[in-house]
């Protein structure tokens, strides 16, 4: 059969980046099998936010004949990709389905098992499996064909076949750069967000300049490959001429936590980026072997904000973290960026299996003590650590039953599990100390710093740059209290938007109520700012609390948090999520399959859209 692929982008929560983000991955394999000369039809749900996805998808199914779908995510889009291919099934039940990305590259059988509708997974680097796939569909499909494409896994009847590993692609340069970014609406997307400095539209890219990494961290969690892989300068300067001179872009950002391993490299791009006047971004380790005067002329050649993961100022940590830093390099980074006056962001993460209550304690005595290096436009985050699906350590945490069911824990999106040494206990306090620690430090603000351009919808706000002057128009990701960077010079203003925002916070929770029963899902910090802010005890006195958490489920003190197994009761109308905003999606698809009589699931930061 000749194939007809809908390429579809899940829709994700933005995120309060200074480059907003978009999933160059999957773009990078459309744009593969495009060149390849296969017919596909792109989509990109984020798109169609105001429409309903069922109706979306039907509507491209039936109008464009489809008759192969494909979609790529990660952990976090679980619940999205099967809310996808579920509603392609009903409205094509022949269509076939390919999903690909880390979701699928991770856990190959879990994910195929628990996901039913997909008939064809992509286990690593997808552009070539993905091609030669859609080959064997329009060709002669038989169990030998299938069997000869690497990286593949498919099912026959109710067995899983797994095909070879695929090969990393060796030459990066092969690939087809820059994405297609037009057919799926991405600068179109990002121009939608409002986002603006002195009245012109910000844009902003990533360059993904390598791909894997030949570290082994324990936390972290490869989708591509065990060989690191670069792309020439060349490449990388031919995608570079293209995105300055036909989407005018302004930034970049280097997807490359090893870019500044290699001193030649970073004086070679610094040579060749200056005469372009663009700002740009990049990772690096505790180890570079940058100095002071390299780190001067990346700031003099555009670079603006450098970022790196400190993770622990305990070495016992950090070698159980198998991260061959030491507390000493990563305090020696932080005030040599400090010294240069580049923006930087330094971030640790607490629970490692050789966490104890004395390493923690080292680690956020070291971040209180050193705040003076944490000036006007750095900042470092703390954090506790999360389980991602192909790590060592959620791996081990399968093997040892402190993930018992892997599949509802990837359904729930990877919520916080205690691995470390800490008590249950002592690890809840730890996490909330964190979540406290973070946001007291922003509690500094100036509500006259915030112009609101649409009273109505505070989520578009401008504000001035105190540094550099600039007239920033930009969007509000989240009401917890947080750092806004001007996007011209990085210098952080702190908001606290849910001050600002409680008169028409109070009335949307008012108005959400009248509609019948009221739930809160996910009693964390948002939830407990928006009630302490915003909320008279009468206001939430009638409100159902819940939480996935068991931990968190019982009584405390006035209150009672119930699992989700309450919202059977049909009086619910309505649900506000205040768990992390990356969950939202997840939670959101969990309710609406299961509790079909809520009439509403709304994101905790959209509550002052319902005045």
Known sequence: MKTKTLFVLPSYAPQPFITPIYPGGALLVATYIKKQGFEIVPLNLNMHSSRDMSDVL???????????????????????????????KVTNPRITTIVGGGLVTCEPELIMDGIPAIDFGIIGEGEITTAELLATLEKDVTEQNLNDIDGLIYRDGATLIKTQPRAEIVDLDTLPYPPDYDSFQIFEQID???????????????????????????????????????????????EIDILVEQYNITMLFMVDELFAQKRERVIEFCSRIEPYNLKWIIQIRADSKLNFDDFMLMKKCGCIQITFGAESMDDNVLKSMNKHT????????????????????????????????ETAEKTIAWWTKHQEIFNSSSQSSIAPLYLFPGSKLYQDACASGKISNPLEFIKQGCPLINISKLSDEEYNNLVLRLQQLKHNRFDESDPHQIIYNDVLNPTKYSFVCKSCGSHNTDCMYTLATRKQMCRNCCYLHTFNFIEYNKETISEGFRNLKSNGKLAVWGIGLLWKRLRDVTLLPCDYADITL?????????????????????????DFKTVIVTAPQNHFLNIKSFINDRYAHIEKVVDGNDIFRYI
């Open 326 to 357: 030491t507390a000493k390099q990563n305090e020696k980074m932080f005030y040599m960026l400090e010294q240069t006056g580049i923006a930087f962001s330094g971030s640790f993460i607490f629970g490692d299996v050789a966490e104890t209550k």
């Open 58 to 88: 039907c509507e491209y199914i039936t109008q464009y004949d489809i008759n192969v779908l494909a979609v790529g995510g990660l952990y976090m889009d679980y619940m999205a990709i099967e809310n996808i291919l579920t509603v392609a």
């Open 192 to 238: 939608n967000l409002g986002i603006t400095i002195n009245d012109v539209p910000f844009r902003s890219a990533y360059i993904i300049s390598s791909r894997s990494c030949p570290g082994k961290c324990t936390f972290c969690s490869l989708t591509s490959g065990r060989k690191y892989r670069q792309r020439s300068m060349s490449s990388i300067f031919a």
């Open 546 to 570: 819940i939480d996935q958490d068991k931990k968190k489920q019982g009584e405390h003190g006035d209150t009672f948090v119930y699992d989700s197994d309450v919202l059977k009761d049909e």
